[in-house]
């Protein structure tokens, strides 16, 4: 059992639309999708606070922008984790490869993810990823640029963590739960990375992955 959720959000994490943009972005959306069941669960979501915007079990890498070098799971947790006891005011962190400053929001992720206030999210969009003429459609509704990300979510994948202990296995149900009422929590980002050592899949990420 699985579920695809596409989530297009602005690159600057900080940067949130008006209401006129924000809501001219939703309905450029609404019409890429190929049916009123795809165009169900499209929300415009403007938050307090900047938010991480996992892809789940899309995950399958994060490297260093600078040189190139993969970034450690547990490195990038707890980088993660620092910044979110600061409630995300800054996502500068230190990469452990060459000890070049950047943001957390600029690490390249594969596939893409990344950290937003303003997120455009279509439960179950029944279609692969925006095309680049797409994305630019959208960027120009909202006059910021985008990024998009696919968040898969396997929840059979549940299952493998139940030999590590119940208390885990309630906890990331709780989590998915979580998720799916639309509240990405970092916790939830968290354990999807630890999720995503177990994903798969043959397809493959977008070439023009949009960069911060
Ligand atoms: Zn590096």
Redesign the pocket.
């Known amino acids: 059992m699985s579920d695809d959720y596409l989530t297009v959000i602005p690159t600057d994490p900080y940067w949130q639309p008006g209401t006129d943009a924000g809501d001219r972005a939703a309905a450029a959306l609404a019409r890429m999708l190929p049916d009123d069941d795809a165009r169900r669960g499209l929300e415009a979501q403007w938050h307090d606070v900047v938010e991480a915007v996992h892809c789940g079990a899309n995950l399958r890498a994060i490297s ?1 922008p ?2 190139g ?1 993969e970034c450690a799971s547990a490195w990038w947790g707890e980088a993660v984790s620092k910044c979110y006891e600061d409630g995300f005011r800054t996502l500068m962190t230190t ?1 452990p ?2 000890g ?1 400053e950047t943001s957390l929001n600029g690490l390249v992720y594969d596939w893409p993810m990344g950290f937003a206030s303003f997120r455009i999210e279509v439960l179950y969009p029944d279609r692969a990823w925006l095309t680049d003429e797409e994305l630019a459609e959208l960027a120009d509704a909202l006059e910021h640029p985008l990024r998009q990300v696919l968040i898969h979510i396997q929840v059979v994948l549940m299952c493998r963590l139940a030999p590590l202990g119940q208390e885990r296995h309630r906890l990331v149900e709780v989590l998915l739960g979580v998720r799916v009422w639309g509240s990405l929590t970092i916790a939830w980002a968290m354990s999807a990375l630890a999720l995503s050592r177990g994903g798969s899949g043959d397809a493959t990420s977008p070439a023009s992955t949009s960069s911060e």
């Open positions: 260093c600078h040189c070098a990469v490869c060459c070049v």
